[in-house]
């Protein structure tokens, strides 16, 4: 199984401990491909490219390891846009090119995606309690498969992961996945998510 790129950050996310990083403007990101405009709150850091290596192969190690063989890891990741507050609270972005004639049906790949990142939770925090719904919703009169999953690993700390997918009509496959622990950053980047705009 190929594993796409946001399965890939995300438990990079989650299996590495960062510190917290200082202030920085407002990003503002433009998608030229999806039309996609939207201004990522201060608080959150862009990640350099030699950061964003290192995240990725750990978290390609890590997934190796939790699953005892071999995985096979999208290589679009190389392209997204990351930000962190620190290693609970992150955001990403990714857009792609999805062909349906050699990948298949794209909400049957969505399903087995979503899958997959409950299997890889289950086996990083095998004692705790999670849960996970899947809905749609529409942002700026684009509709998205939504996913949310819920991981209570202590009685203090719960791992919150909010993915949305669109497939657009030029076969960009749209991704956005907010994870974070924080309740108060969690609403921050989710409604500056909610607040983006894509070009008609």
């Known amino acids: 199984m190929k594993i796409r790129s946001l399965i890939l950050f995300f438990f990079s996310a989650l299996l590495i401990s960062c510190n917290k990083v200082e202030n920085t403007p407002g990003t503002q990101i433009v998608d030229i491909s999806t039309g996609f405009t939207m201004t990522v709150p201060s608080r959150f850091k862009k990640l350099n490219n030699e ?8 978290g390609k190690n890590q997934l190796n390891k939790l699953h005892e063989k071999e995985l096979q890891f999208d290589s679009s990741l190389e392209r997204a846009k990351m930000f962190q507050y620190d290693g609970d609270n992150l955001f990403l972005l990714n857009t792609k ?3 349906i004639s050699s990948q298949g049906n794209y909400d049957e790949a969505i399903k087995e995606l979503n899958q997959f990142a409950y299997q890889t939770q289950s086996l990083n925090f095998p004692t705790a309690r999670i849960d996970s719904s899947t809905s749609k919703e529409t942002i700026d009169g684009v509709k998205f498969i939504k996913y949310i999953l819920n991981a209570k690993i202590s009685e203090n700390k719960t791992m919150h992961l909010i993915n949305y997918y669109h497939l657009f009509g030029n076969n960009a496959d749209f991704t956005a996945s907010i994870v974070f622990t924080d309740e108060e950053l969690g609403k921050e980047i989710l ?3 909610k607040a983006s705009k894509f070009k008609k």
């Open 97 to 99: 090119n999805y062909d």
């Open 51 to 58: 950061t964003k290596k290192e995240q990725l192969q750990r």
């Open 191 to 193: 409604k500056a998510f």
